[in-house]
């Protein structure tokens, strides 16, 4: 995501070497964590719609993603994604 953060928008924070976090780094790791300037901390697929959204690339989707409906089958993709991540990544780590 960072390569196509072509203008600076998204300010990405390494939750280990962060100071100062809203949640506990546990927490952090089991679902993606954003926020946008003057908006509450959004997890799951709300927070790739807001990172989306200031990626130039991908905005449209991030735009797509504000209609409730979308939003909703992005969370049960996301969640549906987040069983089978261990799989992959052990699949991922025994690749290299």
Sequence with gaps: ???LDWH????????????????????LLERLHAQEVGQPLVDGAAAF???????????????LARLPFVLSILERAYVAFLRIRPRL???????Q
Aim: include cysteine; hydrophobic fraction near 45%; glycine fraction near 4%.
């Design 1 to 3: 995501m960072r390569r």
């Design 8 to 27: 600076g928008r998204v300010n990405f924070i390494d939750i280990y070497a962060a100071t100062e976090c809203p949640l506990d780094p546990a927490q």
């Design 89 to 95: 990544q052990k699949l991922v780590s025994n690749a």
């Design 49 to 63: 719609a807001v990172l989306w959204r200031h990626l130039p690339l991908l905005k449209p989707l991030g735009v």
